[in-house]
């Protein structure tokens, strides 16, 4: 046991990636305590081997039709119309384009990627500085993964088994509250820096909301199937890459093979990361439970204290601290063994529970020193990480305390699935 976990440790601090490090201090505990070989291949391919799971390479391809085939820069201009009036107006139009883009890609790393290229551009264009460029983009790809559909909330759901619908419509609120946030604290430096706003024309509004429209209407698509029961969140996928493919070739004529090839070649390379850490971390975590390390570890969590609030804050805590420095999704899978049973010891409700696990953990997508969205927006954007680094603090605060409250007041993730799933 002991072996296995230091060579798990020791491969991430020689900067092993995560999925590598995950499945070799997996196969190597197997080999030292052993387990028959033929568990290493078994667990491996149970890991993936779900309906649910087909739906995060599915939802990646949609993201990367949507980045190639102008949709995401038709959604950033109609936002920058409807917004760029308020001071500050194109890091509002950031943040409302972010919102609209999550509802079809759920994922960060796309949003940072694709779509703030497309926000950068035009605000450093404007004369907006450009480390505050950088950090309403990192801050804002956090509503990605916690406004439906979610790539992070689908393993969260697959593992637990819990409803995704109820997961996804869980999201919507804190998505919602932290985009209002966001907002106040964009109107805040844009008052304080005095950055210039966009002159409203209802003209230009109505122009680029007609020329978007098709782009605009996804995530109702998505939700409203949702809600009425049309399709699950697997099928949604399927429908997300249809219409993203539909709207690209046909409507706006914006996607060319060239492009095509690519999106699928990148949504492989993702994907195929994705799964391969899943599995690898399904390996590992039967490992810990045969061991019996999950229940060490939850049991002394649990002896920290007795109080439910308390509990909470010390799990929020960690959580933010392994999302500093490692991948949601392996996080996820190495972690959820140990934390649902704390949930269902606390009597929490697990689509709560999700929501705020979700959450916690992509605010570390954005925290130095290993935030995966830092580094993607300063590779593409050629920022120095250490402006980025500087620049993204204040922008915590907000996305903290949207923690705060989904943390603490259960009903902000609970109330709307509720309402419309029963």
């Not at 890609?105 to 450009?130: F, H, P, R």
């Not at 098709?214 to 399927?238: D, K, N």
């Amino acid at each position: 046991m002991i072996v296995f976990l230091i060579g798990f440790v020791v491969l991430l601090v020689i900067g092993v990636p995560i999925s590598i490090s995950i499945g070799a201090s997996a196969v190597l505990g197997c080999l030292s305590l052993g387990y028959p070989m033929v568990v290493i291949g078994q667990k491996m391919v149970s890991g993936i081997d779900s309906f649910l799971l087909i739906a995060i390479p599915l939802f990646i391809f949609a993201g990367n039709l949507m980045n190639a085939g102008s949709i995401t820069k038709k959604i950033f201009n109609t936002a920058r119309e409807l917004v760029g009036w308020i001071p500050g107006g194109l890091g509002h139009a950031n943040v409302i384009a972010s919102v609209i883009f999550a509802g079809m890609s759920g994922s960060a790393v796309a949003d940072a990627g694709g779509l703030g290229a497309i926000e950068m551009e035009a605000m450093k264009t404007n004369g907006y500085d450009e480390d505050f460029a950088g950090a309403v983009t990192a801050a804002s790809s956090v509503i990605g993964p916690i406004f439906p559909p979610s790539i992070p909330l689908i393993i969260y759901g697959s593992v637990a088994s819990v409803s995704v619908s109820k997961l996804f419509m869980g999201g919507i609120v804190p998505a919602v509250i932290m985009a209002v946030l966001l907002m106040i604290m964009v109107y805040y430096f844009a008052i304080r820096r005095k950055y210039e706003r966009h002159r409203f024309s209802g003209k230009a509004l109505w122009r680029e909301f007609r020329g978007s429209l098709l782009a605009l209407v996804t995530p109702l698509i998505i939700l409203s199937g949702f809600t009425e029961g049309w399709f699950t969140p697997t099928e949604a996928s399927s429908v997300a890459v249809i219409y993203a493919l539909i709207v690209s070739v046909f409507a706006y004529r914006s996607m060319t093979w060239k492009q095509f090839l690519k999106c699928l070649k990148d949504s492989a390379l993702s994907s195929a990361n994705t799964l391969f850490i899943i599995g690898s971390s399904t390996l590992f975590t039967y490992v810990m439970a045969m061991e019996g390390i999950s229940n060490k570890m939850a049991g002394a969590i649990l002896a920290m204290s007795s109080s439910p609030v308390m509990i909470l804050l010390i799990l929020n805590v960690m959580l933010l601290i392994l999302g500093m420095f490692m991948e949601p999704g392996a996080i996820l899978m190495l972690m959820l063994p140990v934390l649902l049973p704390i949930a269902q010891k606390l009597g929490l409700d697990l689509v709560h529970f999700g929501v705020m696990l979700v959450l916690n953990l992509m605010i570390g997508q954005v925290t130095p020193p290993f935030g995966v969205c830092l580094f993607v927006i300063s590779d593409v954007n050629k920022i120095k990480l250490e402006k980025l680094y500087k620049a993204i603090l204040p922008w915590c605060i907000p996305l903290i305390l949207t923690l705060i409250l989904v943390t603490y007041l259960p009903g902000v993730v609970t109330w709307l699935p509720g309402v419309l799933l029963g």
